[in-house]
């Protein structure tokens, strides 16, 4: 079981925050790995909403979906992976701090077949690549005008 959370305080409000790194449009400006995102779903983003990217990791080029499967603006998103190599959900959290933001990022899988072996050094690469990741993002929102 792969179960990695990470956090960074933000100097922008909730809101700001939250609807920035909700929108899968903006994944490919502040996830190092995800280089492409696509909406699978129209409308705007909620519940049951579907988004198909593709990242690198461990070298090799990936595509997966993820599904919104919890999403309170503002406040929360879960999204799980539909399909992959790597069965994942993904968090994000957003809290009030000190007049910005406490925003959280949790990984948690259970990889299987060679995955699972591949899990045992994969926390410690998705610990590192999601503090990468929540810092581009706190640079991207803390230098907006």
């Keep these: 079981m792969v179960n990695v959370q990470t956090q960074i305080h933000i100097n922008r409000s909730r809101t700001e925050v939250a609807d920035y790194a909700a929108n899968p449009d903006n994944a490919p400006k502040w996830y190092v790995n995800i280089h492409k995102s696509q909406r699978l779903t129209t409308g705007p983003v909620g519940t049951g909403s579907k988004v198909a990217f593709t990242a690198k990791f461990l070298g090799r080029e990936i595509n997966y979906t993820y ?78 005008a």
Excluded: C, H
């Excluded at 069965?87 to 077949?113: E, F, H, I, K, V």
């Design 67 to 144: 599904e919104f499967v919890e999403y309170v603006p503002g406040e929360k998103l879960v999204m799980r992976t539909a399909q992959g190599p790597f069965p994942m959900q993904t968090t994000y959290t957003w809290t009030d701090d000190d007049g910005g933001t406490r925003m959280s990022l949790g990984n948690t899988g259970n990889p299987a077949g060679f995955s699972r072996l591949a899990g045992l050094v994969m926390a410690p690469m998705i610990r590192r690549e999601t503090r990468k990741d929540l810092q581009k993002l706190k640079t991207i929102l803390e230098g907006r």
